[in-house]
């Protein structure tokens, strides 16, 4: 009885091996397959960083035929970008902090958002 015991026990761990090996086999193509892929994306980042220099460049050599200064332009552009970011941030806290109500306060900044844009 315990031989057979035995090879019961052996059978099962042989069957737990072969099972443990086909996942690492899955597992290894299919870490084969995401380097793949991962060098693909690489790739594609790389070609469209050159395009991004490129384009960069030609913007550039236009604004500066046109008189314009780029480098003003891309500052205004993140100042106003932050501006924004803050003013959207500032809201999401009002709404928060005013219990979900619906009213507009006299002070809140969508309203004196809204009034500066109707005077431009």
Do not use: C, F, W
């Not at 995401?34 to 690489?42: G, S, V």
């Not at 332009?73 to 993140?78: D, T």
């Amino acid at each position: 009885m315990a031989l057979t015991d035995t090879a019961k026990r052996v059978q099962k761990m042989v069957e737990v091996a072969e099972e443990l090996y086909e996942r690492m086999v899955e597992l290894r193509e299919h870490v084969i397959e995401i380097r793949k892929k991962l060098n693909t994306t690489a790739d594609t980042v790389d070609g469209l960083d050159r395009d991004v220099a490129e384009n960069r460049a030609l913007i550039e050599a236009i604004a500066a035929e046109q008189g314009l200064d780029p480098d003003a332009i891309i500052a205004e552009a993140s100042i106003e970008d932050v501006d924004a970011d803050d003013e959207s941030a500032e809201g999401d806290a009002d709404e928060d902090s005013d219990g979900g109500s619906d009213e507009a306060t006299p002070d809140s900044p969508a309203e004196s958002t809204d009034s500066a844009s109707d005077e431009r």
